[in-house]
C-alpha cells in the first residue's frame, strides 16, 4: 500500500518551509522584474524531444498521452525557453525571467532531490561580452539582495574541457569519464590520464584539479603551463577581460575555476557557478549557450542564462539568518468582546481559536508567538511566552 508514501526524491514542503521557498520565488521574480527582465511560464509538461541530444535520457520522467506520443516532466527551464522563443517567433534581443518546478530522476541510493524548484534568468540576443557581465551582476545583485551569507561566484570556460578532449583525441566514452574526473578534482586520475596520453596539454591537465581561487594568480598559473599560442589561452583572456568589467566590490567575490564542467551539455563559452559556506555544491549555475537555438530550427543565437535551486537557498538562508520574522501574537477572547478582538488583528496579530486559556498558551508556545492577548469584558491582558 503506498497511499501515504511518495516517489523517490519528492517531499511534501510544511508549514515554515513551504511559506519560506514560496516568499523567496515572489522576492526573486520581484527582484529580476525591477532588473528589467520579462516573466514567462512553460508548461510543467513538455514533448520529450524538446529535450533529446541535449542531456542524458535517464534522468528523464518519461510518459507516453493518449495518443502514444513521449512526454516529459521538464528537467530544466533553458530548453523551454528556446522552443518558445522559437515557435512564437518573438522579437530578439530579449531578457527574460521564470520559476517553477523542474524534475530530474535520481537513484534511489543517491538520496538526490528529484523534484525542486529553480528561478532564472535568459539572456538572449546580445552577442557581446556585455551579456555574461550582465548575467553574474545580475545574479550577485538577487543573491546579495537576499542576503546569502559569504557567497562567492566562480567562473570557468567551457571551451577548456573541449579542446582538452580534442588534444587528446578522446571518444565521447573517454571524454564523459574525463568529465568526471574534472568534477570530482581528481588529482590521481587526472594525473593518470595526462601520463597515458601524452599531449601539449600535459602539465596544464595534470594541474587543473588544483587551478581554482583567486582570478589573476590561478591564470597566470595556467598560462605558464599551456604551449605558447595554445588555443586554451584565448579562453582564459576571455575570463580575464570578463573580470575586469566588474568593479572591485564584486571582484572580491569573484573566484576561478579552470576545471569546472558543465552539467548541461550546451555551454559553449564562460560558465559560473556560486557557493556559500556551508553548502558542498552550488545552488545558482549558468553559462553561455550559443548554438542551442539551432536545435528549433534558429539561427545560431548568443545566449546566456543562469538558474538558481530555491530550495537550497531557503535551506541557507534559514540556518544562517535570524529566525525570528517580526511579532507573532495571538488574542484569546471571549465571545461577547469577538468584535473588539476583530478590531485588533493586523499583521502578526491573529485571533486564537481554542475555548481555553490553558490550549491557547500551550498552542503559542509550540509555534513561537512572543505575546498572548487575554481579552474578557472586564480585562485586556498582554502576556508574554516564556521559552525557558
Known amino acids: ?55 542524458k535520457q535517464d534522468d ?29 517567433k518573438v522579437e530578439l534581443p530579449l531578457k527574460l525571467s521564470y520559476s517553477g518546478k523542474v ?21 538572449i540576443g546580445f552577442p557581446s561580452i556585455k551579456a555574461e557581465f550582465e548575467a553574474i ?10 542576503k546569502v551569507p559569504n557567497f562567492s561566484i566562480e567562473i570557468g570556460h567551457a571551451g577548456i574541457f573541449e579542446k582538452i578532449v580534442q588534444e587528446l583525441a578522446f571518444s565521447d566514452k573517454q571524454a564523459e569519464e574525463l568529465k568526471i574526473h574534472f568534477l570530482n578534482k581528481s588529482i590521481s586520475e587526472c594525473y593518470q590520464v595526462a601520463t597515458s596520453h601524452p599531449s601539449a596539454v600535459s602539465d596544464f591537465l595534470i594541474a587543473l584539479p588544483k587551478l581554482f581561487g583567486e582570478v589573476d594568480a590561478t591564470v597566470e598559473k595556467a ?21 575586469a568589467l566588474f568593479p572591485d ?17 550546451y555551454y559553449t563559452g564562460i560558465m559560473f557557478s556560486s557557493f556559500s559556506e556551508g553548502i558542498p555544491e552550488n545552488f545558482l549555475s549558468g553559462g553561455r549557450y550559443d548554438y542551442l537555438f539551432q536545435r528549433f530550427d534558429m539561427e545560431q543565437t548568443n545566449s546566456v542564462g543562469w538558474a538558481m535551486n530555491l530550495e537550497a537557498v531557503f535551506d541557507l538562508l ?22 473588539e478582538a476583530a478590531k485588533l488583528v493586523q499583521a502578526g496579530v491573529e485571533l486564537s481559536l481554542f475555548d481555553t486559556p490553558a490550549e491557547t498558551r500551550a498552542f503559542a508556545k509550540r509555534w513561537g508567538y512572543q505575546e498572548v492577548w487575554f481579552l474578557t469584558e472586564q480585562d485586556f491582558v498582554k502576556e508574554g511566552i516564556s521559552y525557558d
Do not use: C
Open 1 to 55: 500500500m503506498r497511499k501515504k508514501q511518495l516517489p523517490a526524491g519528492t517531499h511534501d514542503k510544511l508549514f515554515r518551509r513551504a511559506a519560506g521557498v514560496y516568499q523567496l520565488e515572489v522576492q526573486v521574480n520581484d527582484l529580476l522584474y525591477k532588473r528589467g527582465f520579462q516573466r514567462i511560464e512553460t508548461p510543467t509538461i513538455e514533448f520529450a524531444e524538446v529535450f533529446e541530444d541535449e542531456r
Open 60 to 88: 528523464l520522467y518519461r510518459f507516453f498521452d493518449n495518443q502514444g506520443r513521449m512526454l516529459t516532466l521538464r528537467p530544466d527551464m533553458t530548453l523551454p525557453m528556446g522552443r518558445v522563443v522559437a515557435s512564437t
Open 103 to 123: 524534475f530530474r530522476y535520481h537513484d534511489e541510493m543517491k538520496g538526490l532531490q528529484n523534484e525542486f524548484t529553480q528561478a532564472g534568468v535568459e539572456i
Open 137 to 146: 551582476l545580475t545574479a550577485e545583485f538577487v543573491l546579495r539582495s537576499l
Open 223 to 243: 598560462k605558464a603551463l599551456l604551449p605558447t599560442n595554445h588555443p586554451i589561452l584565448a579562453d582564459l583572456a576571455e575570463i580575464e577581460a570578463l573580470v
Open 249 to 265: 566590490t564584486i571582484k572580491q567575490k569573484l573566484r576561478v575555476d579552470l576545471g569546472m564542467v558543465g552539467v548541461m551539455d
Open 318 to 339: 534559514y540556518r544562517h539568518h535570524d529566525k525570528e520574522n517580526g511579532q507573532k501574537i495571538l488574542i484569546h477572547f471571549d465571545a461577547q468582546v469577538a468584535e
